[in-house]
């Protein structure tokens, strides 16, 4: 889905009308690191009057620790299974924006509470758009390495396959986050069937 959303203006009856038929379902946006999912999450939440959970947040609240020490603390498995948890736990807090860590749809325990509980949208980006971003952030623990970028080229070419079951996709890509914020509720109108067929007339 390029540049859909671009110059559409979300009112707020269609805003209260995707929310409506989300129900008790949450929006969950996964995808690489860097692809956009906590920047673009806060304006989409915001946008539909919900509330917006960052997972990795709450995770390093849960620990007391920030991502970098559990992994070096704990390794990258004990993450893993707190990463689990924390996300079952944050589906049962009803309609919410929640951003996910870029290996949490990796979990297939999470990917099914996630289909039972959730609306999943994969924030696409390529390789030169996430290197820009991730290098301005140099503390995600999977890119401390002598070659960070062959490590994401590898993570992108191990999860695309993964991230691609999510129920809808829009491109992340260097526009203004309100574009691809529209494009996400463009998406999530067609997945639940809000938006009218083409006039065929």
């Given at each position: 889905?390029?540049?859909?959303?671009?110059?559409?203006?979300?009112?707020?009856?269609?805003?209260?009308?995707?929310?409506?038929?989300?129900?008790p379902r949450?929006?969950?946006?996964v995808?690489?690191?860097?692809?956009?999912?906590?920047?673009?999450?806060?304006?989409?939440?915001?946008?539909?009057?919900?509330?917006?959970v960052d997972?990795?947040?709450?995770?390093?609240?849960?620990?007391?620790?920030?991502?970098?020490?559990?992994?070096?603390?704990?390794?990258?498995?004990?993450?893993?299974r707190?990463?689990?948890?924390?996300i079952?736990?944050?589906?049962?807090?009803?309609?919410m924006?929640?951003?996910?860590?870029?290996?949490?749809?990796m979990?297939?325990?999470?990917?099914?509470?996630?289909?039972?509980?959730?609306?999943?949208?994969?924030l696409?980006?390529?390789?030169?758009?996430?290197?820009?971003?991730?290098?301005?952030?140099?503390?995600?623990?999977?890119?401390?390495?002598?070659?960070?970028?062959?490590?994401?080229?590898?993570l992108?070419?191990?999860?695309?396959?993964?991230?691609a079951l999510?129920?809808?996709?829009?491109w992340?890509?260097?526009?203004?986050?309100?574009?691809?914020?529209?494009?996400?509720?463009l998406?999530?109108?067609?997945?639940?069937?809000?938006?009218?067929?083409?006039?065929?007339?």
């Amino acid at each position: 889905m390029g540049a859909a959303g671009s110059g559409t203006i979300i009112t707020d009856e269609r805003a209260a009308r995707l929310v409506s038929a989300l129900g008790p379902r949450c929006i969950v946006l996964v995808g690489i690191m860097g692809c956009g999912k906590s920047s673009v999450g806060r304006r989409l939440a915001q946008r539909l009057g919900l509330p917006f959970v960052d997972a990795d947040t709450e995770i390093e609240t849960a620990a007391n620790m920030t991502i970098s020490e559990i992994f070096a603390v704990h390794g990258e498995p004990e993450f893993r299974r707190g990463e689990e948890r924390v996300i079952a736990r944050l589906l049962q807090e009803g309609p919410m924006v929640l951003a996910t860590g870029g290996g949490a749809f990796m979990s297939e325990t999470t990917r099914r509470e996630i289909a039972r509980a959730a609306v999943s949208v994969w924030l696409r980006a390529d390789l030169d758009t996430v290197m820009a971003r991730v290098r301005k952030r140099p503390t995600r623990p999977l890119l401390q390495n002598a070659d960070p970028e062959g490590t994401m080229r590898a993570l992108l070419e191990k999860r695309e396959p993964v991230y691609a079951l999510a129920d809808t996709s829009v491109w992340s890509r260097e526009v203004p986050h309100e574009t691809v914020m529209e494009d996400i509720i463009l998406a999530l109108e067609d997945f639940l069937s809000l938006r009218p067929a083409p006039d065929a007339a």
